[in-house]
């Protein structure tokens, strides 16, 4: 069974620093790629982050300059580091798969279940 496992979220004062990190296990075969994404109280789930398997990254433009995004692909682990972080950046945190093949089929999108970020001002 795949699941994606998100970890690293919390309570920080703005300012501050977290690293997210969303681990897949189960039987993969691949990953075309992995990111982040982010859904405030009231708000619609949006893109923060993204990253291929070849290295290639996305990111949206409220956090360029201040997060970045990171991809171990042995241990099918993605990793978010934030810095600089604003209360704006609350929201829960989900992990992203995109075009996961297993050897019993094909996942265009899988998530994970999300990790509660909030930043007090």
């Known amino acids: 069974q795949v699941q994606l496992v998100e970890s690293g979220g919390g309570l920080v004062q703005a300012g501050g620093s977290l690293r997210l990190s969303c681990a897949a296990s189960g039987s993969i075969l691949s990953i075309n790629a992995m990111g982040w994404y982010r859904q405030a109280p009231g708000k619609q789930r949006e893109l923060v982050a993204t990253?291929?398997?070849?290295?290639?990254?996305n990111y949206a433009d409220s956090v360029k300059g201040r997060f970045t995004i990171s991809r171990d692909n042995p241990k099918i682990t993605v990793y978010l580091q934030m810095n600089s972080l604003k209360p704006e950046d609350t929201a829960v945190y989900y992990c992203?798969?995109?075009?996961?093949?297993?050897?019993?089929?094909?996942?265009?999108?899988?998530w994970g279940r999300g990790t509660q970020v909030t930043v007090s001002s």
């Open positions: 992203n798969a995109r075009g996961l093949y297993t050897p019993n089929g094909y996942y265009g999108d899988f």
């Open positions: 990253i291929t398997s070849g290295g290639s990254t």
